[in-house]
């Protein structure tokens, strides 16, 4: 990858990671003492629990990919040690995999399915 590149995909990270905090400062749990709003209240509840997990999940995603761009590790396969394309990083600028790769973990079976 080229530095401009890599300079944008980084501006990018960095933006994106700004927005995923700031969500997360913006979580709020609500309480309420109507027996009538609980189940409602309870599922909202895990919902936004679902939502902030995922979001801590991002955050640790754009973290490492952004060490892996001052290391300059960026853009290789975990799997193969092989390139990954620039227009796979810009599409998804937290892989790990190659395409190649990833398809192959994705045709494999399940380990533990049940």
Known sequence: MTPD????IRK???A??????????DFQVEYCADENEFAS????????IAMRERSWAQIKEIETAL???DAADYGV???CGGDIGP???KARPTT?????CQSTLERQPARYAV
């Open 77 to 79: 396969c975990d799997e």
């Open 87 to 89: 227009a796979r990083l």
């Open 16 to 25: 994106e990671l700004a927005d995923l905090e700031t969500e997360n400062l």
């Open 12 to 14: 990018h990270l960095q």
């Open 67 to 69: 060490k892996r761009i």
């Open 96 to 100: 790990t995999l190659c395409v190649d």
């Open 41 to 48: 209240i309870v599922s909202d509840r895990h919902l936004k």
């Open 5 to 8: 590149q890599l300079s944008e």
